[in-house]
């Protein structure tokens, strides 16, 4: 996710710059205004929906199945499971409590158990590590 973001923001520093050098040159005044806003607002409007496809959170995948083997191996919980579920779509821990109707201290010992279970250090590190897995999509 942070790579689509700093792509993202790169993206718009290159746009903004192409316009900055377009506006001192002469050519500007050759094309009509009326086209440069339309040329511009495609531009932010393509790179808007892109974004916001590459950050929404992922469906499961048609046909996914998730590796029963390796849950069984790891000994991940029905319940670990259901919070990794939520980790893997970015929520915090208090977001993680109210959607799963839980103490926001037991998704702290879920997520300690996941983070050993999976030998991982960091939400973002678990959550690779399941998706290598096939845990999750």
Known sequence: ??????????????????????EYRYLLR???????LVVVALLFAGLGLWAGI?????????GFKVNENALASLRISRREYSVLEQLALGLTNKQIAQKLNISPNTVKTHVAKLYEKLDASRRTEAVNKSRELRLIP
């Not at 590459?54 to 048609?62: H, I, K, N, T, V």
Request: net charge positive; no cysteine.
């Open 1 to 22: 996710m942070t790579r689509t973001i700093v792509f993202y923001g790169i993206a718009l520093f290159a746009a903004t710059s192409v316009l900055q050098w377009l």
């Open 30 to 36: 050759h094309i009509p205004p009326a086209w440069i």
């Open 54 to 62: 590459a950050l929404a959170p992922r469906e499961r995948e048609p």
